[in-house]
Every structure is written in structure tokens, then in C-alpha cells.
């Protein structure tokens, strides 16, 4: 019993037979349907196909995040919604809260064959990628969005970090901003670092140094993040702008200038990467690097599904930059 | 093979092994390791206690959610998390897109003992109750909170719904309000009936007649949900004031009014059910009834892990109200 005797009984070739079998764009409905009947009715299985049939058992798909309270995220679920939906496959969401001991409990547990595939954007504290070797040991395909490790061969789906963040601190410049800052989620991810260069690199072309008291550090908690940046509001060397690289910590911003009396924009300008859909209900309406949150879910989920369809599928060579848009509102003109 | 020969053989009362099976707090950990190590090696099964571990083998907890895109599930979740955790397990979240069928798929894949427990708000379009009976069928424990269903036994956390909205009503006639609207996210959820109804009793104290037109229910549909908000605020019997049932339809009549020159608070007052940590950020900043997210959340989750605790708890009798919090700002005054 071989995939010859699959195409002969059925009328078509082999490679027509093959292409069914790995759910190929090239084969109608009507034929793959027709292959899979009989190669189920025979109980054919070769490697190829018994992995795949291996890989799509539990019918579930993980969303790995680090937070749900943040528009990005929850856009970017039903980006890969969409995609699951159509496949059949359910979406199971596991947050980390920015741990990355929760992360590595919540990958190991997948070994056992839980869930067929995992999207996930790493939390601010992942520095190690033992966790997720050992999922890719198992051949559990995974696929990075937005917040991605880099020195390991893990499909990735990201947006222009350097050049967003380059063009608006150049916005901000233009504006008058003289003293720059820069609020990062943290110093390990690398589209955080990323985007950090791409700030740097404007100010540099523009014969500016950067000042290392213009840069803070969230951390996971938001007490100490508050602290910090009220800390750098409140300094003698204020900025009078600000380029925030995550949501929470713009609105924290806007807060904390509501209590210490700063305006925006008239004495801080800020802009920040950020989906919030109601960025421009603020008082004032703030300017956002908008990252195409759903986009990025849905080109990440259609990457995933490429890989449980087909076994040839080279996952790990993928890498994919969705560009962000830039929306100027009142926060820095 | 009973509870007295495993007591005579380990030297325990039949009461102390009982209360171990049970994982009463009475008993140290040292006695329920010895009490589950023989009554595993003897194969001794009670029916309790089968149910028990039964309850306990996958180590997890669903959420299921209608989606994550809101203030008060994003808040909730982390209040789950927060005893979840405390009691090694995993949290994992299911979206239903506020669609009955997903939210029936879901819940029979469950049944397959994929998780020990369910917390769940159900979607709007539920109607029927038929999945939630075949899940409790199969003793895996049921915790409803916020969007309950009141037609079937099972425990529920909820706010002070018909009583919050009544005093906000009252709050917006005492702001001079005299045409006063209703946003619903549904008239299947019995929470926005409880709202609607609130809303109904302080006009009619007041001697105010309900007008069916100033009544919008939202669907699934956001265009949708849009079209007939907008419709409402153009009429030329339009509301001068406009309690919100959710947090999406709020952001949207600030959308709205900002498009069609509508002035809030002068031309409508708005009062919204909503946790929104922003909402005093919003131009103007938005009256809010907040629901204690968090606290709803570690609540439901604590009814759940008594019941997987201790097989004698009445879980479907369990109801418990968290009252909201009303937030006077701007966008009411």
C-alpha cells in the first residue's frame, strides 16, 4: 500500500495525490476530499501524512501572551481567530504576566501534545530559549509575532521597529523637542532594542547625544514603572518629549501629567506604539506608531496552519515585517 | 475495601481520612500524602473521592469569555490568575466572539475532561442552556460571573446591576437630564435586563414614561451596533442623557458626538458601566459605574476551587454580589 496505489485506484497521479495529501492551493475541495476519503478508508499513512495527522490531534492552537489588557494583543487574537476559525481549530490563550518562569511552565506543558501549534510574543523578563527548543524538539511548530527572540530559528511575524521609531523621534524633532525620551517595555526584547535604535539613529543624524537619564525601563511591576517615570517628569532635565514604545505606560504618562501639572503638548510631546482604538478620545488625542495588530495575528496564525498542512514546509526560514502606520493627533504638534 | 480499613491501617480516625481525601485545610499535608499514598496503592475509590480526582486530573481552568477587548474580562482574568495560581494551576482562555455555537463547541470539547473547572460569562446570543447542562452532567464545576444565566443551577458572581443603574439614572435626572436613553449590550443577557430595569424603575419614580425608541440593543455586529447609535444621537427626538450598558458602545458615543458635533457633557450626559483604567483620561473624562473586575474574578475563581476541593460543597447554590463603584466625572456633570 503505497501513495502509486492510492492514484491508481483513484484516476490521478501521483503527484496529484501527493499535493491532496498536503492540502495544497493547487488541488480543488472536491479532489482532496476524494483522496482523503480513500486514503482514510485504507488506512494510508505514509511519514508525511501520519505527521500531520500526529500534529493536528488536539485541534487546538495556543496564543501565548504576556497580557491581555492591551489592544494589540486582544486585536491580534482575532487576527488569529480568523484564520482558526476557518481551519476548524480552536484558540486557547495562556497569559504569562510577563514571567518568564510561568512561560517556560506554561510551553513544557505543551510537550504532551496539548495543543498542535503556538503563536506567542515572549514576556519582557525571557532572556533563556531553553523552553522553546524544547517545544521545537517535538516538532510543535511555533511562530513568534511582535515580540520575538532572536537568536533562535523560530519563524517571526514583526513589524518596521527601527524605522517607526526612527521616523517619529524625527516627528518629535521637528516639532521643536530638543531633550528626547525613551520608555521602553524592557532592555531584553529585541524589537524593544530595535526600536531603541531606531531612536538614537534620528538623534544621531540630527547631532544630538542621547542621554542615558532619557531612558526608562518598565519593569512587570506597575507601581515601580509609575515611580520611574514620574521620577523622569519631575527631574530638573525634563524631556519636552517623549517617544513610549508600549500602551500602559503612555495613558500612565498622561496621568501623571494631569497630577503634576505638565501639559501636553505644550510642554511634553509624546507619541507611542500603540492599537489603542480610542487613542484619539484622549484628552489630548495621542499620536500612535499603530502597529496592524490584526494583520500580524492573522499573518502569523496562516503561517502556523502552513506548517501543520504541509510537512515540507520550511517554518523556521519565515520572517515577515508588517509596516505600522503613523497617526499624528494632538499630543505632539 | 472501605474508609474504616484504610483508617485501621494507617492508624487515622475514619474522620481524619475523610477530611484528607478532601483535602480539608484541618489536615496537615504529611497525613494527606500518607492517607492518598494507600488509598491509591489499595485502589481504593469512594465515590467522592473518585469525583475528586476525577475533577483534578488536568491541572487547568477555562475562562471562557466573550472576548478579551474589555476593561472588565482583561481585569477579571488577573483576579482568576491570582488564586489560580496560588493553587498550581493554569489559567486558559476561550473566546466565544459573543457566538452561542462557539461557546457550545467549546464547552463539549471540555467534556472530554481537557479542564477540571469552568469560569464563564456567557456570550449575548445565548439562549439556550443545553450546553451548559451537558457539562454539569459530566460534574465538571460551573462558575457563571457577570453574564449569568438565571434559568439553571449554577453558582454566579455578579455586581448590584438593576441597583447601580437605577442610581445612576437617578444621578442623570438630577443633572437636568429629561429624555433619557438605554444601551444594551443584549436583551438575552439577564444582567442587561437587571440594568434596563433599573433604569426603567428610577424614571418611573420619577414619573417619567420609558420610550421604546430610546432603547438600543448592540449585536454582534460592530457596524451594526454603530449604525443604530448614530441613528439614535441624529433623531430629532435625540436623548439628552444616556446610560451604557458596556464599555465598547461608551467609546463609540464619543466617536459619534465628536463626528456629528455633539457636545458632551452639554448636549448628552453619559454614564457608562465600565472598567476602564482610562476613562478619566477620555475628553471629557467619562462617568463611570465600575465593576470590581478583579475582586469578580478572584471571587468566582475561589467558588470553583472549593468545589474541586471539597466534593461536599454546594456549588450551584453559591451566589455572590460585588457591589460597583459610581464614578462622577466630567462627561455626567
Redesign the interface.
Known amino acids: 500500500m503505497n501513495i502509486k496505489t492510492l492514484a491508481g485506484q483513484l484516476g490521478f497521479s501521483v503527484s496529484t495525490v501527493s499535493k491532496a495529501l498536503n492540502d495544497s492551493h493547487e488541488i480543488s475541495t472536491e479532489t482532496k476530499r476524494k483522496v482523503l476519503e480513500l486514503a482514510k478508508q485504507l488506512n494510508y499513512t505514509p511519514n508525511a501524512y501520519a505527521g500531520s495527522l500526529r500534529n493536528k490531534k488536539s485541534n487546538n492552537i495556543a496564543v501565548v501572551l504576556p ?3 492591551d ?1 494589540f ?3 491580534a ?2 487576527g488569529i ?1 480568523s484564520v482558526a476559525q476557518e481551519k476548524g481549530y ?6 504569562t ?1 510577563e514571567k518568564q518562569r510561568k512561560e517556560q ?2 510551553l513544557d ?1 505543551f510537550r504532551s501534545g496539548r495543543v498542535d501549534g503556538v503563536l506567542m510574543s515572549v514576556s519582557c523578563e525571557t532572556t533563556s530559549t531553553d523552553h522553546i527548543r524544547r517545544l521545537c524538539d517535538k516538532k510543535i511548530p511555533v511562530v513568534f509575532f511582535d515580540r520575538v527572540i532572536e537568536d533562535i530559528a523560530v519563524a517571526r511575524v514583526v513589524t518596521n521597529d527601527f524605522e517607526a521609531a526612527r521616523k517619529a523621534t524625527i516627528e518629535l524633532m521637528a516639532k521643536g523637542c530638543r531633550q528626547l525620551a525613551f520608555v521602553a517595555l524592557s532592555d531584553k526584547v529585541a524589537i524593544m532594542n530595535h526600536r531603541l535604535e531606531g531612536f538614537k539613529k534620528a538623534l544621531q543624524d540630527k547631532g544630538l547625544l542621547f542621554d542615558d537619564r532619557m531612558l526608562v525601563n518598565c519593569t512587570s511591576s506597575e507601581a515601580q514603572t509609575q515611580k520611574a517615570l514620574k521620577h523622569l517628569l519631575t527631574s530638573a532635565s525634563r524631556p519636552d518629549g517623549v517617544l513610549v514604545s508600549a500602551e500602559k505606560p503612555a ?1 500612565d504618562i ?2 501623571i501629567c ?1 497630577e503634576i501639572g505638565l501639559n501636553i503638548p505644550a510642554d511634553l510631546k509624546v507619541i507611542a506604539f500603540s492599537s489603542m ?2 487613542a ?6 495621542l499620536s500612535t506608531i499603530t502597529q496592524p495588530a490584526f494583520e500580524m495575528g492573522k499573518t502569523a496564525a496562516s503561517l502556523l496552519f502552513k506548517a501543520l498542512e504541509k510537512s515540507n514546509f520550511k517554518l523556521e526560514r519565515e520572517f515577515v515585517v508588517v509596516p505600522s502606520l503613523f497617526f499624528e493627533r494632538a499630543s505632539s504638534k
Chains 1, 2 share one sequence.
Open positions: 497580557e491581555v489588557a489592544s494583543f486582544s486585536q487574537i482575532n481567530e480552536h484558540v486557547i490563550v495562556y497569559l504576566h511552565t506554561i506543558d495613558t498622561y496621568s494631569n482604538q480610542i484619539a478620545l484622549l484628552h489630548p488625542p
